[in-house]
């Protein structure tokens, strides 16, 4: 179904922040109460609209960070230096304020406890929103299918979510978290050190055979390298699901 179709079926909700976390010095996570609200599954993304003074819109996709089970909706939004709507959400938006949503969206790339696993997620930089949303279905509904994230960042600074994954992983029920930084390391890091590569997804991805349902969220040169990779690896490409990223205005 076309895109326009299903927009066409959706209309613009007016969402006020109830709270704001910043997850890193750039990257902000801001809670919203939708009123009327239908509901989402994992990986989904809502269309956000800011309207000017003068009346001017700006428009922007961002991936929903909350589990389905959360009454309220949560956004993750890394602020861009150039961007016309990341810096006010990642800034100047406070508790109270009410801007426009439109969705949910999208039924490609989610993952529900019924598609069953074992689950391989991908993740560059805030490419792990959605599939923190994946990760947080899982915990809320009580499921036990083995899901493990390879997370690619900068540095420790950079990782988004850092102490929620710190804790689900530490519960040892299924979920793994592996980290690799690409810029710098704290003295002592002994984890990897490397952008997500063929030799790495060979490490760390379950073996072909086992037919691992995989989801690769990021810019777009991870996305595809780690895509072709994978199928280099012998996976299916029926099974990897991708969303990419890029240069968007912000």
Do not use: N
Request: charge should be negative; hydrophobic fraction near 40%.
């Amino acid at each position: 179904m076309a895109r326009a179709e299903v927009l066409g079926r959706l209309t613009w909700r007016l969402a006020e922040v109830v709270e704001t976390i910043d997850e890193t010095p750039r990257v902000r996570s801001i809670v919203f109460d939708v009123p009327g609200w239908p509901g989402h599954r994992a990986g989904q993304h809502v269309d956000v609209r800011l309207t000017a003074e003068d009346g001017y819109q700006a428009e922007r996709s961002y991936s929903i960070a909350s589990a389905p089970e959360q009454r309220q909706v949560v956004l993750t939004v890394e602020r861009l230096d150039d961007g016309e709507v990341s810096p006010y959400l990642a800034e100047e938006l406070r508790s109270g304020d009410r801007i426009e949503l439109r969705g949910p969206i999208g039924g490609y790339f989610v993952w529900t406890p019924d598609f069953g696993g074992p689950v391989l997620l991908v993740a560059g930089g805030s490419g792990v929103v959605p599939l923190m949303a994946m990760l947080r279905h899982r915990a809320a509904s009580g499921d036990a299918t083995p899901m493990r994230l390879l997370y690619s960042s900068r540095s420790l600074e950079d990782v988004i979510y850092r102490g929620e994954l710190d804790r689900l992983a530490a519960q040892d029920d299924g979920i793994e978290v592996v980290h690799t930084l690409t810029r710098s390391r704290p003295e002592g890091w002994t984890g990897h050190a490397r952008r997500i590569d063929e030799d790495l997804l060979a490490e760390v991805a379950w073996p072909a055979a086992d037919e691992p349902r995989v989801y690769v969220c990021g810019p777009t040169r991870l996305v595809e390298s780690a895509a072709a990779a994978l199928v280099k690896l012998g996976h299916d490409p029926a099974r990897i699901r991708t969303e990419r990223f890029g240069p968007t205005g912000g």
